[in-house]
């Protein structure tokens, strides 16, 4: 190897639980948190709006409509946009019961609290930012929640946490206000451009369906805004024939609503 180039450690993918371990509690709760947890997968990951007066909170869809009871308590708020209820109103709704009774009670946790869980079980964190053009500014806020709960320090930084976006800017815009935080675009680009995101993000993270081998290969010869090899985390693979088909191709990470059976079919941690 020569100094130049970058290291890359081979051994089986991380598996990630896909907002949570989601396919067996409530996607995007606490609840998906602490189970994932108990079946000790070390990362999850979530997705992160902002509500109409300014909190941070962890939710998927741009509307409250499919993953909470908003239709029930608010009919007259259609279509039930994040951006238009207020933190209040959305600590009311009921984000457990839509997925199976045991859960009812479940809330759309803030940012904060979500960042406070995982803290709690020892586990870390890949944090999307989700339609970011939605929420102009939302990259700082994201970067002052991480920082007041004290995940911006040094061993976070270097183990615990990536920041994902399906938009390049939003990525760019992390890494620029915060060289230090390790960053991941949600792509699959060209071989030709991998060098233009390769200024800007850690982790090229793919669709499977979109990836090949030699796709895998290419990002792999590239180094990153720190100088270390480019690494694939794929989604979302909930099957063990897939996952050990995205190992052959060499990615790093497979992202997946049940971590349990990818990990199992992988041999991963
Ligand atoms: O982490 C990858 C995955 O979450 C991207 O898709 O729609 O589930 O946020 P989505
Ligand atoms: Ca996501």
């Known amino acids: 190897v020569r100094d130049a180039e970058p290291v890359r450690l081979v051994g089986a993918p991380v598996v990630y639980a896909h907002r949570g371990a989601s396919a067996y509690a409530p996607e995007n709760t606490l ?68 997925f199976a009774p045991e859960f009812t009670g479940a809330r759309v946790p803030t940012l904060r609290s979500y960042l406070d869980r995982v803290e709690r079980n020892r586990q870390r964190l890949l944090l999307e930012i989700k339609k970011p053009e939605l929420y ?58 991998l060098a233009r995101y390769a200024a800007f993000t850690d982790r090229i993270n793919p669709w499977h369906t979109t990836i090949t081998a030699d796709w895998v290969a290419a990002v792999h010869r590239m180094a990153g805004p720190h100088g270390r090899v480019l690494e694939v985390d794929t989604w979302i693979v909930d099957d063990a024939a897939t996952a050990r088909k995205v190992q052959e191709m060499g990615v790093d990470g497979i992202i997946s609503n049940a971590p349990d059976v990818v990990r199992e079919a992988v041999g991963g941690f």
Do not use: Y
């Open 136 to 193: 102009p500014g939302i990259e700082a806020e994201t970067l002052r929640v991480l920082d007041e709960a004290g995940w911006l320090d040094e061993q976070h930084l270097s183990r615990r946490l990536v920041v994902q976006s399906f938009s390049a800017d939003c990525v760019r815009a992390v890494h620029t206000l915060r060289p230090d935080v390790v960053t991941a675009f949600l792509g699959t680009p060209p071989v030709a451009e």
């Open 31 to 98: 609840a998906a948190v602490d189970v994932a947890e108990e079946m000790d997968v070390a990362w999850v990951e979530n997705d992160v709006q902002r509500t109409k007066d300014g909190e941070l909170v962890v939710v998927h869809d741009d509307t409250l409509a499919r993953t909470t009871n908003v239709e029930q308590l608010f009919p007259d708020r259609r279509p039930w946009r994040v951006r238009d209820f207020t933190a209040a109103e959305i600590a009311r709704l009921d984000a457990g019961s839509w």
